[in-house]
């Protein structure tokens, strides 16, 4: 009988929990996450997990463990976990848009979910949280009469930092701080300019690309996910681009806190910079040509490789793209989509997208073109010698997808890279506020400095 009560009632607290929204989910995990992270640093405060070499202070700080993020980890061989699932755990557990997972590709809705709180949303939760973003999606009319003004030969980046930057008028987070609000409330401030600054991105975005590309004209269709409403924003009416979307939308979102746009965002907010301010200083870093702008880099290098060789009347194969990747080192450049700052192998989400491309468009010639540079980079780079990591990032693949569906602007595939990237960093962001992380502040030194370190001791 006892039993039989505890099993009611652990089924009620399951039902509750499954219909909770992800503010009560977060509100209710908040005491325990914080009690942990004291007993983490009672029991090891005082214990070293790494030690820094001279070379990693001159060498932008490589594998150095000094930073918090509890979202999404990655190792150098296996690639990223997001909460501890790999990407084909993901596609096997996550909601999609049509229901139970293995229905599609997982919604990013289901992504930010288990990024905030570790736990795998029901559909339920995910159709509460797409009805909240849809809800939350308007910007400001001096947003759009700012963006519209803005010549449309501004890269898109610059565009859809700006649409961001200048919805900050709406920050309750910097609101509340000019009020006065006491400490322990700033995780509940925080939480609502991040779902906000979800809501808004793919607006901004898609009021960059219509604007640069078109005649402005935004439609939206709210009867749809968080993705495929965005895919109809840009103009976008294919169902095969609204699971693209929704699979770029996921593995984009994040890559452990080391990276430039994450490691940006979580540097700026330990300023108790608002989340909007954060993110566009995030956004400014996806934008460098190292990080984020590699996407559209990679389809430039291969538009090149095309028009060298069509003038030629050569073929693109393994003997033309071994050319032309020797033609691009020998002239000092790097080649887009390789290498990465700690990966040693093929990036998981190269391989995923290449499954896509796989089983949705076998036979694209642009597919093959990547393909067959995937045949041969590897060994030029290693024979080049200087990457310690030969292989293709996600970079390298997500711009042929795109192609293949028409949507071929490519100095504007970053920005699609900046609303996944959201998801990520403002995810860890809302636990930096929740936590009470303390404001970033390394330690620099100069280089007379180390030389006196040192100075003595052979
Ligand atoms: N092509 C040619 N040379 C490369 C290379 C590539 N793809 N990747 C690395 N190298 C070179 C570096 O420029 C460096 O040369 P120098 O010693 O002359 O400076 C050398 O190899 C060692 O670099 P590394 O330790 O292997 O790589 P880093 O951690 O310094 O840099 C990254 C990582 C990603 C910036 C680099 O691999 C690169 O420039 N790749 C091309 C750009 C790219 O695809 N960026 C996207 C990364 C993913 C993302 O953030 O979106």
């Given at each position: 009988?006892?039993?039989?009560?505890?099993?009611?009632?652990?089924?009620?607290?399951?039902?509750?929990?499954?219909?909770?929204?992800?503010?009560?989910?977060?509100?209710?995990?908040?005491?325990?996450?914080?009690?942990?992270?004291?007993?983490?640093?009672?029991?090891?405060?005082?214990?070293?997990?790494?030690?820094?070499?001279?070379?990693?202070?001159?060498?932008?700080?490589?594998?150095?463990?000094?930073?918090?993020?509890?979202?999404?980890?990655?190792?150098?061989?296996?690639?990223?976990?997001?909460?501890?699932?790999?990407?084909?755990?993901?596609?096997?557990?996550?909601?999609?848009?049509?229901?139970?997972?293995?229905?599609?590709?997982?919604?990013?809705?289901?992504?930010?979910?288990?990024?905030?709180?570790?736990?795998?949303?029901?559909?339920?939760?995910?159709?509460?949280?797409?009805?909240?973003?849809?809800?939350?999606?308007?910007?400001?009319?001096?947003?759009?009469?700012?963006?519209?003004?803005?010549?449309?030969?501004?890269?898109?980046?610059?565009?859809?930092?700006?649409?961001?930057?200048?919805?900050?008028?709406?920050?309750?987070?910097?609101?509340?701080?000019?009020?006065?609000?006491?400490?322990?409330?700033?995780?509940?401030?925080?939480?609502?300019?991040?779902?906000?600054?979800?809501?808004?991105?793919?607006?901004?975005?898609?009021?960059?690309?219509?604007?640069?590309?078109?005649?402005?004209?935004?439609?939206?269709?709210?009867?749809?996910?968080y993705s495929g409403n965005f895919c109809r924003m840009l103009g976008m009416d294919d169902p095969g681009f609204d699971e693209l979307m929704r699979l770029y939308l996921v593995i984009h979102s994040d890559h452990e806190g080391g990276n430039a746009s994450a490691h940006t965002t979580h540097l700026v907010g330990s300023?108790?910079?608002?989340?909007?301010?954060?993110?566009?200083?995030?956004?400014?870093?996806?934008?460098?040509?190292?990080?984020?702008?590699?996407?559209?880099?990679?389809?430039?290098?291969?538009?090149?490789?095309?028009?060298?060789?069509?003038?030629?009347?050569?073929?693109?194969?393994?003997?033309?793209?071994?050319?032309?990747?020797?033609?691009?080192?020998?002239?000092?450049?790097?080649?887009?989509?390789?290498?990465?700052?700690?990966?040693?192998?093929?990036?998981?989400?190269?391989?995923?997208?290449?499954?896509?491309?796989?089983?949705?468009?076998?036979?694209?010639?642009?597919?093959?073109?990547?393909?067959?540079?995937?045949?041969?980079?590897?060994?030029?780079?290693?024979?080049?010698?200087?990457?310690?990591?030969?292989?293709?990032?996600?970079?390298?693949?997500?711009?042929?997808?795109?192609?293949?569906?028409?949507?071929?602007?490519?100095?504007?595939?970053?920005?699609?890279?900046?609303?996944?990237?959201?998801?990520?960093?403002?995810?860890?962001?809302?636990?930096?506020?929740?936590?009470?992380?303390?404001?970033?502040?390394?330690?620099?030194?100069?280089?007379?400095?180390?030389?006196?370190?040192?100075a003595g001791s052979d």
């Amino acid at each position: 009988m006892l039993f039989a009560f505890g099993g009611a009632r652990r089924a009620v607290v399951a039902q509750a929990r499954a219909s909770s929204t992800l503010k009560e989910v977060l509100a209710a995990q908040l005491p325990a996450k914080q009690a942990e992270l004291k007993a983490l640093k009672q029991e090891f405060g005082s214990m070293k997990i790494d030690e820094v070499s001279v070379d990693q202070c001159l060498g932008g700080a490589r594998s150095v463990k000094c930073m918090l993020w509890e979202t999404s980890l990655l190792d150098a061989n296996e690639g990223i976990r997001f909460r501890g699932h790999t990407i084909p755990e993901l596609q096997e557990v996550l909601p999609t848009f049509k229901g139970p997972a293995s229905a599609g590709e997982p919604i990013p809705e289901a992504l930010t979910w288990l990024l905030l709180t570790g736990e795998i949303p029901t559909k339920a939760q995910c159709d509460g949280l797409t009805a909240e973003l849809h809800a939350r999606s308007a910007l400001p009319e001096h947003v759009v009469s700012m963006m519209n003004a803005l010549p449309k030969s501004t890269h898109p980046m610059t565009q859809f930092a700006l649409g961001l930057q200048a919805c900050q008028t709406e920050s309750k987070f910097a609101q509340a701080y000019q009020d006065g609000v006491h400490k322990s409330t700033y995780w509940e401030h925080a939480y609502e300019d991040i779902i906000d600054v979800f809501a808004k991105l793919p607006e901004i975005a898609a009021l960059v690309y219509r604007n640069t590309y078109f005649d402005g004209v935004v439609k939206r269709d709210r009867t749809l996910d968080y993705s495929g409403n965005f895919c109809r924003m840009l103009g976008m009416d294919d169902p095969g681009f609204d699971e693209l979307m929704r699979l770029y939308l996921v593995i984009h979102s994040d890559h452990e806190g080391g990276n430039a746009s994450a490691h940006t965002t979580h540097l700026v907010g330990s300023t108790l910079a608002d989340p909007y301010l954060s993110y566009v200083a995030g956004l400014n870093s996806l934008a460098g040509p190292l990080h984020g702008l590699a996407n559209q880099e990679v389809l430039r290098w291969i538009q090149e490789l095309k028009a060298k060789f069509d003038a030629e009347g050569k073929e693109v194969n393994e003997q033309t793209i071994t050319e032309f990747a020797w033609d691009t080192l020998k002239a000092g450049k790097v080649i887009p989509g390789y290498g990465h700052a700690v990966l040693r192998q093929t990036d998981p989400r190269y391989t995923c997208q290449r499954e896509f491309a796989n089983k949705h468009m076998p036979d694209d010639p642009l597919f093959k073109v990547v393909d067959t540079i995937y045949a041969v980079m590897p060994s030029i780079l290693t024979e080049h010698g200087k990457t310690k990591n030969p292989y293709p990032n996600v970079d390298s693949h997500s711009g042929v997808l795109l192609w293949h569906y028409g949507f071929t602007q490519y100095n504007y595939y970053t920005v699609l890279f900046g609303v996944s990237r959201a998801l990520g960093a403002l995810s860890q962001l809302f636990w930096d506020r929740a936590l009470g992380l303390p404001l970033e502040r390394p330690k620099s030194v100069t280089s007379a400095w180390i030389r006196n370190h040192f100075a003595g001791s052979d």
